[in-house]
């Protein structure tokens, strides 16, 4: 945690939950990526976090950004980065959310079916467009398989077709899975973009972009490798794969950028047990999977999570969140232990919580407010 959180909880004493971000970690992040894979353009993916201090700030270090809606579209133009500097790369778009965004100068478009090629070809005449490459995503605790990309043999054909309806075949597009833990996957993922390149050249397509997507990690409960690491193996991998004619680089970094410029706190709502004979107690706090949450789905994402006013003897505990769903349990398999000494009314630090938490939060389920943030 950096000294201006540390200073924050310990002079504001905010209501809770609430995420506080710092705004310096965000820049000290991008900067480290620049360094490292200065290669690579950034294509901040705005779902992460779409606050607009970071949008804001990330447009100022000249990042560009990756959008999955009209609605984000307009938060990075409302937060000054030119059209040119955004990918709307959801692979599934309304037609009329297509033109406008065309309309408003957007030029660089991903798909990954005929379907949605040929909305792209009506009302974004002429624009570049990446074909998005099926990934298993093993190795990552929160993957994007099955749902997004193609097999590469319809890939091929799509580029084609691209082309044959007038738009610009421009390149490929992977994403490994989020919190990806396993380096090689990068590998596996260039080797294929590149033998789609060599079979388009040989069709006459030129593509000129390779789009690596997100996946470098936050760091939870568990070690992972820094981000130089992943760095040296992603060029490894183009290199291999590439020689020298390295096409354009494009990386869609999310997690990696904010995850760890953020904490939640949160206070302890209730502690109890289910009978006499039990020794792990059930937690309740005032945050759970609708307040922000919702990465701890199946016990995904395992959160660092420190009580900051009680040490000494710990044990095991259930921990929950305060809605009316049984399925606002946040650890139950995977056993946290929090001091034997905890009391209603404590606070609780959860760690490593800038990225996919205020954005997936709720509206208002049973009444809830969406999780409060600030950026410092
Ligand atoms: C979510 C997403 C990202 C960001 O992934 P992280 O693992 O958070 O870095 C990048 N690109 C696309 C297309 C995405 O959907």
Redesign the pocket.
């Known amino acids: 945690m950096t000294a201006k959180i540390t200073r924050f909880f310990r002079e504001k004493r905010p209501d809770t939950p609430i995420l506080v971000v710092d705004l310096d970690a965000i820049s000290d992040n991008y900067q480290a990526l620049r360094r490292y894979l200065p290669l690579a353009e950034v294509f901040y993916?705005v779902?992460?976090n779409p606050a607009p201090e970071i949008l804001g700030l990330l447009a100022e270090l000249g990042s560009s950004f990756?959008t999955?809606s009209r609605a984000e579209i307009e938060q990075v133009l409302a937060a000054g980065a030119a059209p040119d500097r955004i990918s709307y790369?959801n692979v599934i778009k309304k037609q009329k959310d297509v033109a406008w965004a065309f309309e408003k100068g957007v030029r660089l478009f991903a798909f990954d079916s005929e379907a949605e090629l040929r909305k792209l070809a009506e009302s974004a005449p002429g624009a570049r467009v990446f074909c998005r490459l099926l990934m298993t995503c093993d190795g990552a605790e929160w993957p994007?398989s099955r749902k997004f990309g193609c097999e590469a043999d319809m890939a091929k054909d799509l580029l084609v077709l691209a082309r044959t309806l007038g738009l610009d075949p421009y390149g490929v597009s992977f994403?490994v899975g989020?919190?990806q833990t396993k380096l090689d996957q990068w590998d596996i993922a260039i080797g294929r973009t590149s033998m789609l390149f060599t079979e388009l050249s040989e069709a006459g397509i030129g593509l000129k972009m390779i789009n690596i997507?997100?996946?470098?990690p936050a760091h939870y409960r568990d070690d992972v490798a820094q981000v130089d690491a992943y760095a040296s193996e992603i060029m490894r991998a183009m290199t291999r794969h590439f020689g020298n004619d390295l096409p354009r680089m494009i990386i869609?970094?999310?997690?990696?950028l904010v995850g760890d410029a953020g904490v939640i706190e949160a206070e302890v709502v209730l502690i109890s047990r289910k009978s006499y004979g039990e020794d792990v107690r059930w937690v309740y706090l005032d945050i759970g999977k609708f307040g922000g949450l919702i990465e701890t789905m199946d016990e995904s994402i395992k959160y660092r999570i420190e009580t900051p006013e009680r040490r000494g003897a710990s044990g095991p505990v259930i921990l929950a969140g305060p809605t009316c769903d049984s399925a606002d349990i946040l650890y139950e398999t995977h056993r946290y232990k929090m001091p034997l000494s905890l009391k209603v009314g404590d606070r609780v630090r959860i760690h490593a919580t800038g990225?996919y938490t205020t954005s997936y939060a709720s509206v208002n389920f049973n009444g809830f407010q969406p999780l409060q943030s600030v950026y410092i």
Do not use: F, I
């Not at 869609?252 to 990696?256: A, H, I, K, V």
């Open positions: 993916a779902k992460a990756d999955a790369g994007l994403h989020s919190q997507g997100g996946g470098l869609e970094p999310g997690r990696s990225a």
